[in-house]
């Protein structure tokens, strides 16, 4: 893929979700460009990993464990990006999880928690903490991890299509409040993303991942470097007249 440049040298990014898939993506590309990179995840090992390779490419990289779900935890995480770099300029919510698999009449109730609580009520937690950061450093940008099932349902996976569904409204809800106060709140809507989490729908249900890739017209599965480049770009001044928008990014699967 050609280098695009995104204006992002000198920028104090959080990542969440840093240690895999579209978080990882996002927080090499912000390294790559010169941003300072905060990244979070609950895989601490992973996510230290990580920091140490984006520092050890010439990347100015700081990990700092913390589960979305926990409040001081995350207000910890924002404090600490404050801590060292004197304020926060964006951030891109990554943290979240699959759905299992049942029927919404018995749909495992802790699975449904679960999954609810840390992709809807996680994003919120997260924003609430950079959107404070963000005021008192005179605003920037936040882009939260949305989904195609987003904008549609999915048979047996009502907690995450109910989720992704919450996560786009709370991000066009948040526009609205901050679009005044320097601040733009957007989505990305990813599809059929070839990630860690994908391989393991795809290892509990043989075939479909050749299923799912005949519905995508371009026939192949994204790659979290491309999700990570249009996050690039809503953090960028490029996108400077968007916010509460839902970028798709599904290889034409929402176009039939």
Request: with cysteine.
């Amino acid at each position: 893929m050609a280098a695009v440049e995104y204006g992002l040298e000198g920028k104090v990014a959080v990542v969440t979700g840093a240690a895999s898939g579209i978080g990882r993506a996002t927080a090499e590309l912000f390294a790559g460009q010169g941003a300072h990179v905060v990244a979070s995840d609950i895989e601490g090992e992973a996510g230290a990993e990580l920091a140490e390779e984006l520092r050890a490419a010439g990347g100015s990289a700081l990990f700092v464990a913390a589960d979305v779900r926990d409040d001081e935890a995350v207000s910890a995480l924002i404090a600490r990006a404050v801590q060292e770099h004197g304020r926060l300029d964006c951030a891109a919510n990554c943290a979240g999880v699959g759905g299992g698999h049942g029927a919404t009449h018995d749909y495992d109730p802790d699975a449904w928690n679960r999954i609810v609580d840390i992709n809807l009520r996680g994003t919120w937690i997260a924003m609430r903490h950079e959107i404070a950061a963000l005021l008192g450093g005179g605003g920037g940008t936040v882009v939260n991890t949305a989904s195609t099932l987003s904008l549609r349902g999915s048979p047996f996976g009502s907690p995450y299509s109910a989720s992704k569904h919450g996560v786009l409204g709370l991000t066009k809800t948040a526009a609205l409040e901050y679009a005044t106060q320097g601040i733009r709140v957007n989505a990305v809507c990813p599809g059929a993303i070839d990630t860690p989490m994908m391989d393991e729908t795809f290892a509990r249900f043989p075939g479909f991942r050749e299923m799912l890739i005949g519905l995508v017209p371009m026939q192949r599965m994204g790659r979290p470097e491309e999700v990570a480049q249009a996050i690039a770009w809503l953090t960028s001044d490029g996108s400077s007249f968007v916010t509460g928008a839902g970028i798709t990014i599904e290889g034409g699967l929402l176009a039939r």
